[in-house]
Each structure stands twice: as structure tokens, then as C-alpha cells.
């Protein structure tokens, strides 16, 4: 279980940078499997304007209709998590977000530290493959039609007793 994780996204647009963190969610990996899996309570991401916000989840997520964007999947190298060092990796899985399930390839590292396992990744995501739409009148001035998102966490194995 994760003891911190951090997603957040980022848009940059002619008008204004959107950007907002989700510090809630909390990720489950099998270091033995090399499962992962994540679910993201949307209405959890805080904006820096309350009106982008309730864009955002009223109007593009529709987090009402479909509360959570969820990843399965599975880390495609061997990472020895016994010892310490940092890993380039690929995470393979299904991204199901706005009702649209995509199979997705995540770069990202995995770093072990002292027993503890830092994740981190980046992809961007065009919000046309997940049915989520942008007003033409709104493209290219307040939204782009693609965001960055970015994954940070820091976990530590569970011990069985």
C-alpha cells in the first residue's frame, strides 16, 4: 500500500496552464506478480480555481456518470526488489477512464531505496480516446485536447506476520 501518491496533470493553453493534484488515491502493487493497480477518485483532483474544478468534473469527466479512472496492469520487466537501485520499466495495462477501456504502455521508473519503493511515471493522455469532449469554441484557448499526467509514489511492502 502506498504510504504517499501524487497524480496530477497538467494542460497548457494560450489563455492558461490547467493543472491539478490528486493526493488521495492509493495504488496496490505485487512485487512478486509485478501487478499493479490504481483507482483515482476523480472529483478528488483540487484545481486552483473552484470554477475549473466544476468544469472538469461536470463538464469533461462527468465525474457524476463515472466517478473513478482505473488502471490494472503489470510491470513488464524483472525488477529485483530486494535490492536497491533504480529501475527504467514499462507498465502494460488497461486505462479505463470516462467508460472507454484502452491498453495502455506506461514508461516509468522504479526505484528501491532501503525496503522502499518509489514509483514514478509520465504519459500523455488525448482526451478524444476517451470520449471526453472538448468544445471547438474551447480548443486551443482554454483546453488542449491532450493532457499530461504524471504518477508519483512511495510504498512500502506489506509484512505478513
Sequence with gaps: MADSCRVSFFSATA????????????????TATGD????????????????MQEHFNEDYMESDKYPHTIFK???KEQVDYSKD????VTVIGTMDMHGVQKTVAIPGTI????GIIFLSA?????????????????????????????????MKPYKVK
Design 15 to 30: 489563455m492558461e496552464d490547467i493543472d491539478a493534484v490528486n493526493t488521495i488515491s492509493k495504488p496496490v502493487m505485487s
Design 111 to 114: 526505484t528501491v531505496q532501503n
Design 122 to 154: 509520465k504519459l500523455e493522455v488525448i482526451m478524444a480516446d476517451y470520449n471526453i469532449k472538448v468544445p471547438k469554441a474551447i480548443l486551443g484557448s482554454n483546453l488542449a485536447d491532450h493532457v499530461s499526467i504524471t504518477f508519483n509514489a512511495t
Design 73 to 75: 496492469g503489470k510491470v
Design 85 to 88: 537501485g533504480c529501475n527504467a
Design 36 to 51: 499493479i493497480q490504481i483507482s483515482i477518485a476523480n472529483q478528488e483532483f483540487i484545481f486552483k480555481s473552484h470554477l
